[in-house]
């Protein structure tokens, strides 16, 4: 999230430093001849409003995890449509890549669970490629069990801990 906060801050910095501004001392001249002074607005610019539009599309889609049964790997049919949605995204932004980041819950060996969160990321990763998305735009990394999302020791902690979640990082 810091590394979306950081190009973003610089985009936002790029996107002002290029917009036009014009001045107080800048004028025109109307049909009579008069010389008037132009006011400087303080609308947004139309980079501001856009990027502050693709802050908020990439945080929605962040938000969004696919999850999977205990042991499995094979992509749920009931998550193609945030599939579907992130691919889409991430084929319309060509400055956008998203690292799949694998995980499982606390249940069997770490070796196992790297394993298995890595087989779950590329199983995504394979999803995403089929869509269209580029393969150079996608990553695939495995946590195991090192980053639960609920902590406890129940079903529904677990069920919570078998995911992929997704990071964009626009270049």
Not at 11 to 39: E, F, I, R, W, Y
Not at 79 to 107: C, M, P, W
Request: charged share 25%.
């Amino acid at each position: 999230m810091k590394k979306i906060a950081v190009a973003l801050a610089s985009l936002m910095v790029v996107a002002c430093a290029s917009s036009v501004k014009n001045g107080p001392a800048s004028q025109t001249n109307d049909k009579n001849g008069a010389v008037a002074a132009n006011s400087n607005t303080s609308a947004p610019s139309v980079a501001a409003i856009d990027l502050s539009k693709l802050t908020a599309e990439i945080q929605n889609l962040e938000k969004q995890s696919d999850y999977f049964d205990y042991n499995k790997f094979a992509v749920k049919a009931e998550y193609q449509n945030i599939l579907r949605k992130e691919a889409e995204f991430i084929k319309s932004h060509k400055q956008d890549f998203v690292t799949l980041q694998g995980n499982a819950d606390e249940r069997g060996s770490e070796g196992y669970n790297l394993d298995l969160g890595n087989k779950r990321a590329v199983a995504v990763e394979l999803s995403l490629q089929q869509m269209g998305v580029p393969a150079t735009q996608i990553k695939a990394v495995s946590f195991g069990e090192d980053k639960p999302r609920l902590t406890c020791h129940l079903e529904k902690c677990w069920k919570e801990n078998r995911r992929v979640d997704f990071v964009h990082q626009l270049n």
